[in-house]
C-alpha cells in the first residue's frame, strides 16, 4: 500500500522521548541485548515504565557489527540449555515480534583437519545430542557434496566435520528494528543521544544514572554495553573480569550463490558465510591485544583473507568492500556474566565476547525476568559473577574449541 503512494504516509515507527525523571528501570546500551530485555519487562512482567538509554543510535554498537550467526551447539549443559532457548525464540522471532528478521537455517558446519579434531567435534557433536540439540557428524565426501567450492588440496587436508542444520544466520538489523519498535509500542521509552556518565546513590544503593540530558531516576539499574562494560561498572564501584578487544570482520563484493552454508575452521582460524545480497562475509578471531578501537586492520585482514582462500581459492579474485571491528567484552571463561551484583540496584548482561548475537531473544528474556524478580532465571544462575569466586568456570572455549 506505501509503495503506491510513493513511500509517502510511513508512519513514525520509533518515537522520540525526552527522558522522565523518573523510571522502574533503567537499561544502558541499545543494543539487542538492551532492547530485548525492555521488550520481555513490559510484555512479560507488565513494567513499562523502562527506558533504554543508548549514547548513540541503536544497533551501532556490536548488534550491527556482527557476522550474524545463530547456533546452539555448545558443550556444557548450562550453555547448551541457554542458547537452545535463544535459538528456539530466534525460530518465533519473525512471527511473535512481526518483523521479518530473515532466518535462514542454513546449517553451521566445523572443519576438521586432523583426526584429533574429528574427535574433539566427534566430542562435542555427542554431548550435543545428549543436551537433546540436534547435530551430526559429516565424512569429507559431505562437506565436498554440501560445498563444491572447498578446497580439495588443502594444505591442512579437510578429513571431516560436524554440522548444526538449524545454525545459520539472520538479518542483524532486523533484530535490533524489531525488538526496538516492539519494545517502543508496549510504551518503553528509547532515548538515543543519551550517554550514561555517572551513577546517582542514596548510600551503598544505585538510585539513577547522570547523563548528557539530566539526571535520571531509577531503583534498577542493567548495563547492557558490551565493549565499554568495565568503564562504566568502575563507575558505580565495581569491577568486572573482562578484556576489551576489537573482533573484526569483512566482506567481498557480492557474487552468484557460492556457499550454501555458514562454515569455520578452529584450525585455519577463520569462518565464512554468504549473505543474501551475495557478498561472502569473513570473520576471525579476536585481536591479540586489548584495545577500544572499532575499525579494521590490515595484519588481519591478510590473516583472515589467507585463511579463507585455503578454504577456497576460487574467492581469490574477489574485492573485498568494507572491513570493520566491534569492540567485544571477553570474560576468563568465555561465558557471559549476567545478573544482579554486588553493588545494590546494578545488574550487568556483559561478557558476550564474540558470540552475543545469537545470544540476544534468550539473553533479553533471562534478564527481565531477573529485574522483574531481582532472583536469576534459572537459565542464567550459572553465569552470575560469583562463579569466579566459587570456582564455577564454565569455559566454552576449551570445551569446544570455537568462539563464534
Ligand atoms: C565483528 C563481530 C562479529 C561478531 N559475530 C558474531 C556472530 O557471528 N554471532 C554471535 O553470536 N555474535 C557475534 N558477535 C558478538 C555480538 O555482536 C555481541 O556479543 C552482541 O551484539 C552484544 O550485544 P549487546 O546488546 O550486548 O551490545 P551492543 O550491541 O554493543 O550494544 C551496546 C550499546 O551500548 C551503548 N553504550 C555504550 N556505553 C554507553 C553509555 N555510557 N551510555 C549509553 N549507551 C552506551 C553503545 O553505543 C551500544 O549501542 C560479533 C561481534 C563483532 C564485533
Redo the contacts with the bound molecule.
Keep these: 500500500m506505501h509503495a503506491l503512494q510513493g513511500h509517502r504516509r510511513w508512519p513514525r515507527v520509533l518515537r522520540d522521548p525526552s527522558p522522565r525523571e523518573a523510571y522502574d528501570v533503567i537499561i ?8 530485548a530485555t525492555a521488550y520481555h519487562l513490559a510484555r512479560d512482567h507488565g513494567i513499562r515504565r523502562v527506558a533504554v ?4 543510535a ?13 547456533r546452539s551447539d555448545y558443550f556444557h549443559l548450562v550453555s547448551s540449555r541457554f542458547y537452545e532457548r535463544s535459538l528456539q525464540l530466534y525460530e518465533g522471532l519473525s512471527r511473535e515480534l512481526n518483523f521479518n528478521v530473515m532466518l535462514s537455517q542454513r546449517g553451521k558446519i566445523n572443519l576438521a583437519h586432523d583426526s584429533h579434531e574429528l574427535e574433539i567435534l566427534r566430542r562435542a557433536t555427542n554431548a550435543c545430542r545428549a543436551n537433546g540439540v540436534d547435530g551430526e557428524m559429516l565424512s569429507a565426501e559431505d562437506l565436498y557434496r554440501l560445498m563444491p567450492a572447498l578446497n580439495r588440496h588443502a594444505r591442512y587436508p579437510i578429513i571431516g566435520g560436524s554440522v548444526q542444520w538449524r545454525g545459520g544466520i539472520s538479518r ?1 538489523d532486523a533484530v535490533v528494528s524489531a525488538y526496538a519498535r516492539a519494545a517502543t509500542g508496549l510504551g518503553v521509552d528509547i532515548i538515543q543521544g ?4 555517572d551513577f546517582l546513590r542514596r548510600g551503598d544503593t544505585l538510585v539513577g544514572v547522570e ?1 548528557n540530558r539530566g539526571r535520571i531516576a531509577a531503583p534498577r539499574i542493567c548495563l ?5 562494560s568495565t568503564q ?1 561498572a568502575r563507575k558505580a564501584g565495581l569491577e568486572l573480569p573482562l578484556t576489551s578487544m576489537a ?3 569483512m566482506v567481498s563484493e557480492p557474487v552468484k550463490p557460492l556457499l550454501d552454508h555458514v562454515v569455520m575452521s578452529a584450525k585455519i582460524h577463520v569462518y565464512l558465510s554468504q549473505s543474501d545480497r551475495g557478498e561472502i562475509v569473513i ?1 576471525g578471531g579476536a585481536d591479540a591485544y586489548p584495545s577500544y578501537a572499532q575499525r579494521g586492520g590490515l595484519p588481519l585482514l591478510e590473516a583472515n583473507v589467507r585463511a579463507a582462500l585455503e578454504l577456497f581459492p576460487a574467492l581469490s579474485r574477489l574485492r573485498l568492500m568494507r572491513q ?5 567484552d571477553i570474560s576468563p571463561d568465555t561465558t557471559p556474566i549476567m545478573g544482579p551484583t554486588p553493588v545494590p540496584g546494578l545488574y550487568v ?2 561478557g ?9 531473544p534468550a ?1 533479553g528474556e533471562t534478564m527481565a525476568y531477573t529485574l522483574a524478580t531481582g532472583r536469576p532465571h534459572r537459565l542464567i544462575e550459572a553465569f552470575g559473577l560469583d562463579r569466579f569466586v566459587a570456582g564455577r568456570l564454565i569455559d566454552e572455549g576449551a570445551a569446544a574449541g570455537v568462539a ?1
Excluded: D, F, M, P
Design positions: 544502558v546500551g541499545g543494543g539487542g541485548h538492551g532492547l538509554l543508548e549514547r548513540a541503536i544497533g551501532q554498537g556490536n548488534s550491527g557489527r556482527n557476522t550474524q550467526v545463530s542483524h543519551c550517554e550514561v556518565r547523563t547492557a554495553v558490551a565493549g565499554h562504566l573482533l573484526q570482520a570473520g570493520w571491528a566491534g569492540t567485544v548482561n556483559c558476550w565476547g564474540t558470540g552475543g548475537y545469537k545470544a540476544i539473553g563464534h
